[in-house]
């Protein structure tokens, strides 16, 4: 979808590094989500925002943390990589009625 | 504690036959549920949704199901094409203050043999 891009497409790295995940709307929407894909467990909430610099946690935080210091980007960042954060990571705006849309994703790998 | 689950991890079915996936839910306060099919590689897209106010939606090939009593829901695809191979994911909403926060079930991988 055109109004939602998530950057880095791709990223591997090193257990114990920094890692920041991006997540960018267009279209000036209020609500906006971090999400996590694994195998046996579907989509899982990580994070999610309510409005510039209004977050809160979701059923999987521990080692994520996120900030909105605008609309339109909202940075999933893991403090410190480990290994069982290797996952796929999807982005997601509320639209209203218009439903939700969902960013391409992110394939993040720590070695 | 997974409020929201389906218990078939995969479905195959022939080109031109019904395919029903199934999701069941534990939290009384969903209001809204939808569906999502993902292609590898790719994001999930909204396929279809019901309210809690209804028991059943349609769209062209895809009919939604909702039995609240029983806390459980499931997709119809007619016919089902070998294009609708994917992964179909249920989720649900709580209503109120949810700030519109999704709950997912697993998934179910569908494969459409020709």
């Known amino acids: 979808d055109a109004g939602i891009t998530q950057s880095p497409r791709h990223k591997v790295t090193e257990t114990g590094t920094p890692v920041t995940l991006r997540c960018h709307q267009t279209e000036n929407h209020r609500y906006m989500y971090w999400y996590r894909q694994d195998p046996g467990h579907g989509l899982r909430l990580i994070h999610y925002?309510?409005?510039?610099?209004?977050?809160d946690k979701g059923e999987v935080s521990d080692g994520y943390s996120v900030s909105r210091s605008k609309t339109e980007d909202f940075l999933l960042t893991l403090e410190s990589a480990t290994s069982s954060q290797t996952s796929v990571y999807f982005c997601?705006?509320?639209?209203?009625?218009?439903?939700?849309?969902f960013g391409s994703g992110t394939r993040l790998t720590v070695v | 504690d997974q409020q929201v689950k389906q218990n078939s991890p995969s479905l195959s079915v022939q080109e031109g036959r019904i395919s029903i996936l199934n999701c069941d839910y534990t939290?009384?306060?969903?209001?809204?549920f939808l569906w999502y099919k993902k292609y590898p590689a790719e994001g999930p897209t909204f396929l279809i949704s019901?309210?809690?106010?209804?028991d059943k939606n349609e769209d062209g090939r895809f009919t939604v199901f909702l039995n609240k009593s029983a806390k459980h829901l499931s997709l119809h695809i007619v016919p089902s094409q070998p294009g609708d191979s994917a992964v179909y994911f249920c989720?649900?909403?709580?209503?109120?203050?949810?700030?519109?926060?999704?709950?997912f079930g697993q998934g179910t991988i569908l494969t459409v043999h020709p």
């Open positions: 997601a705006i509320n639209k209203g009625k218009d439903g939700y849309t």
């Open positions: 019901i309210s809690s106010i209804k």
């Open positions: 925002s309510y409005g510039v610099k209004d977050t």
């Open positions: 989720a649900a909403r709580a209503g109120g203050t949810s700030y519109g926060k999704l709950t």
């Open positions: 939290n009384s306060m969903f209001d809204y």
